[in-house]
């Protein structure tokens, strides 16, 4: 579903050049998840922001769904991925009612009205149909981030990219968002890749694992390794030591 | 059209009604807890009701004159005394009202959208644009409003019209600088990050996700600008380059009240308390707009 060879992603110019992502290549199956693992600044949210075509510094391949993708998306290629950002209170636009948010899209894209797309949409990430009405800070955390996967999946993608789905919200609400993805997932056979500097996280939601330090991949994990805590390189155990204490 | 449609759109025409009837309640009710803010907007209100029903409020007509009645003090009979033409100032007033709403809104009108677009287009588009925009910004608001003003009234003769032109051509650059500092936040967020995924074009960002933004500052900017309005406006009538006489121009009036100021007082001071309530009262309004329509202006 997903191809990446040679992602190479540098900020800056001269001697301020700084090369975030060195290099990195990896493929994620359909309906598989990815987990990209790492500590801030490690460059896993940069990959993430480049496989979506938010950032347009990269360098290399990418494909999605088999064909090669350019820096600028076309309409069809951008109905391919969308993506889930951390901070729910940041990522809908707080003048916009529930309904708008999640019109808009639809609306965007030239495909209709979209506003008879919202109640199948809030019945999807499991919401009641009267917040439609609403406006996002009449919502929690977990209710915003809900109506932010609603969002992401009102145009039917097949990849959900989620940077830190649930790191802005509170540990309850932390494990029915995850439970809700995971079900989506099943559901409608989404194709996952999850940034998190958090291998709980990572261990509950992804079928395998890629450990990134300084902008290469130094490890790679797999479900069983994830669950018996088995890593191939001194630097997953470390993180693995600060995670599972 | 189906009876069925019809029915729907109703519904939403009756909700819509009912949603704006209920978020107006709620502004109505953040309000009341803002005792000088309502003065303000009491204030107004009836500078604009007065304005409007000004021929059947007035007991005299502003520019008739009654030269046996000259300089008299405030009495019963002329509440605000009589200038030097024998007309009552207090009519004069009221008629004035309806100059100073007219030069307020129609710069207000003209300053708002071009000072939001300006800026929203600099602070969305960035690089270029945004220089040579900007750079425009700053050389007009090197310019003094009241100078550009004189050299307006010298080229195109004084007048109303001319005053407004003037006003307007140095008002909308705070409002450009505004709504491009809003801008710039905005466009950074995640919500128009996602809205750029989901293909949202670049017009559609500007207009749907990055203005509706900045509009609620710069609302409160204009009304604040409002009380400037009035102050400059006054200040070209007071040099003759504003409305012309007999047109009741509050600052006119008081130009020609200074030749008796040491003996009569009235004749200037009546439009000086015009000119300074109003002018209050816009500013308290300005204040109690920011609280209600900026969430992270509000006082606890």
């Known amino acids: ?245 | 059209m189906t009876e069925a449609k019809m029915i729907v759109q109703h519904n939403a025409l009756h909700q819509g009604a009912g949603r704006f009837y209920r978020s107006l309640q709620k502004s109505i009710d953040k309000l009341t807890r803002e005792p000088l803010g309502m003065l303000g907007f009491a204030v107004l209100a009836l500078l604009i009701l007065v304005a409007i029903f000004a021929p059947w409020i007035a007991p005299y007509s502003p520019i008739t004159q009654n030269l046996p009645q000259a300089l008299q003090p405030p009495s019963w009979t002329h509440l605000a005394g009589t200038d030097e033409f024998g007309r009552d100032i207090l009519s004069r007033l009221i008629y004035g009202a309806r100059i100073t709403i007219q030069t307020v809104l129609s710069v207000t009108v003209i300053v708002g959208p071009v000072g939001l677009i300006i800026g929203v287009v600099a602070g969305f588009a960035g690089g270029r644009t945004d220089a040579i925009l900007m750079r425009a910004t700053d050389i007009v608001l090197s310019f003094p409003s009241l100078i550009l003003a004189l050299a307006f009234a010298a080229a195109l003769g004084a007048g109303l019209g001319t005053a407004i032109i003037a006003i307007s051509l140095t008002g909308w650059p705070p409002i450009a600088r505004l709504a491009r500092a809003e801008a710039l936040i905005v466009r950074n967020t995640d919500y128009v990050a996602a809205a750029r995924l989901y293909g949202a074009s670049p017009l559609r960002l500007l207009f749907l996700y990055i203005a509706p933004m900045c509009i609620p500052s710069v609302v409160v900017r204009l009304t604040m600008n409002m009380a400037g309005i009035i102050l400059t406006a006054a200040a070209l009538g007071f040099l003759g380059l504003g409305a012309q006489p007999p047109s009741p121009e509050w600052g006119a009036m008081i130009s020609s009240g200074r030749k008796f100021m040491i003996d009569n007082w009235w004749v200037a001071v009546m439009p000086g308390i015009a000119i300074l309530l109003t002018s209050l009262a816009f500013n308290l309004v300005g204040d109690a707009l920011r609280d209600l329509l900026d969430p992270r202006h509000a006082r606890s």
């Open chain 1, 1 to 245: 579903m997903i191809e990446v060879e040679n992602l190479e992603v540098a900020f800056g110019k001269g001697g301020n050049l700084k090369q975030v992502v060195k290099a990195v290549s990896f493929s994620v199956a359909r309906g598989e998840s990815l987990g990209i693992v790492g500590e801030s600044g490690c460059g896993k949210s940069t990959v993430l922001r480049s496989l979506a075509g938010l950032d347009r510094h990269w360098t290399g391949r990418i494909s999605l769904n088999r064909q090669s993708v350019d820096k600028n998306r076309t309409i069809e290629q951008l109905l391919l991925a969308q993506m889930v950002f951390q901070d729910p209170y940041g990522s809908i636009h707080p003048r916009h009612r529930i309904e708008r948010v999640l019109a808009e899209p639809v609306r965007a894209m030239k495909k209709g009205g979209g506003w008879d797309r919202v109640p199948k949409a809030l019945e999807r990430v499991g919401l009641p149909a009267g917040f439609a009405e609403r406006f996002p800070h009449e919502l929690s955390g977990g209710q915003r981030q809900r109506v932010a996967i609603a969002r992401a999946l009102v145009l039917e993608p097949q990849i959900l990219l989620l940077d830190e789905p649930t790191s802005a919200l509170d540990v309850s609400v932390q494990a029915e968002v995850l439970n809700l993805l995971s079900d989506l997932r099943e559901q409608q056979g989404l194709t996952y890749v999850l940034v998190s500097h958090d291998l709980s996280v990572i261990a509950h939601m992804c079928d395998r694992a890629l450990v990134m330090k300084d902008g290469v991949f130094v490890d790679e994990l797999d479900r069983a390794d994830l669950q018996a805590g088995r890593t191939h390189a001194e630097y997953s155990a470390v993180l693995f030591q600060s995670s599972f204490l």
